[in-house]
């Protein structure tokens, strides 16, 4: 397996520059296409129930200032990812996230931003990253603000025997392949480690250099035993499952997947 195709969320916060910037350099590294893709939704007024009220001209002046962040951000994704060979633009008026899994049937991995506090974006231009793990069906790049370049010569699996972490392990083979050293990590109470070199083994097989690492519950959480573990280990990149659920219209995640998603400074592919 090899990625042909990446594809980035854009919108018009802080830190989405660096994030263009990021796609771009793996495109780059990886000799891939780069799609931006973004989408935002007019406040169109409403009046009484889902009807909108139709005001004319000042509907028209809204989709036109929609249209006009729109092509914004498409000369902002062009500028910042100039380096790359091979690009492609997709916009819409429409929910993000919605038209993000849309566009997801023509990629590889997708490229997210982890906002912060202070991000900016436009109302009607945010793509939810929960709602992105849970709705793209393809494998997700979290990327926290601020990060510019993910290497990924030094990865860590977060192991969980689960159908989501052996899912992302596989979406993340081309990067672990041209990893230098990636350490499958099982943080559990149990000293049998057979589990863990059984997915090193595996992993030798497809050309990649890993080692298997067990660690005991510290009092820590599992999310705060990945990050350390990274940071000892040199490594910018996690790869882990990501476990979730729908509640009406809320995703709600469980603990290792809400934590990293929320503190990791080191970008995280998760799938689920």
């Keep these: 397996m090899s990625y042909v195709s990446l594809m980035v969320a854009v919108d018009d916060g802080l830190h989405a520059p660096l994030r263009v910037r990021l796609a771009a350099d793996l495109a780059l590294r990886l000799g891939t296409r780069l799609v931006g893709v973004a989408a935002c939704q007019p406040d169109y007024p409403r009046g009484y129930g889902e009807t909108a009220v139709p005001m004319g001209m000042v509907i028209e002046e809204i989709r036109q200032a929609a249209l006009a962040r729109l092509a914004g951000l498409e000369q902002a994704f062009r500028d910042a990812g100039s380096r790359s060979e091979r690009v492609e633009w997709r916009s819409e008026l429409d929910q993000p996230v919605r038209f993000l899994a849309q566009q997801a049937r023509a990629a590889d991995l997708v490229v997210v931003g982890r906002y ?19 709705r793209l069906g393809r494998p997700v790049l979290v990327v926290p603000p601020g990060v510019e370049r993910v290497a990924a010569r030094r990865v860590v699996i977060g192991w969980k025997n689960t159908p989501q972490t052996r899912r992302a392990v596989s979406d993340a083979m081309p990067l672990l392949r041209r990893a230098e050293t990636v350490e499958v990590l099982r943080v559990t109470e149990e000293e049998d480690v057979s ?36 940071v000892e280990a040199d490594a910018d990149l996690i790869v882990t499952g990501a476990y979730g659920y729908s509640r009406v219209r809320e995703w709600f995640f469980g603990g290792v997947t809400r934590d990293l998603l929320a503190e990791a400074s080191v970008c995280c592919l998760m799938s689920h």
């Design 116 to 134: 912060a506090g202070n991000e900016g974006v436009s109302p009607g231009a945010a793509v939810d990253l929960g709602d992105a793990l849970m």
């Design 195 to 230: 589990e863990i070199e059984d997915v090193a083994r595996y992993l030798a097989l497809h050309d990649v250099r890993a080692a298997p690492r067990r660690i005991a519950p510290s009092g820590w959480t599992v999310a705060e035993e990945l990050r350390r573990a990274a």
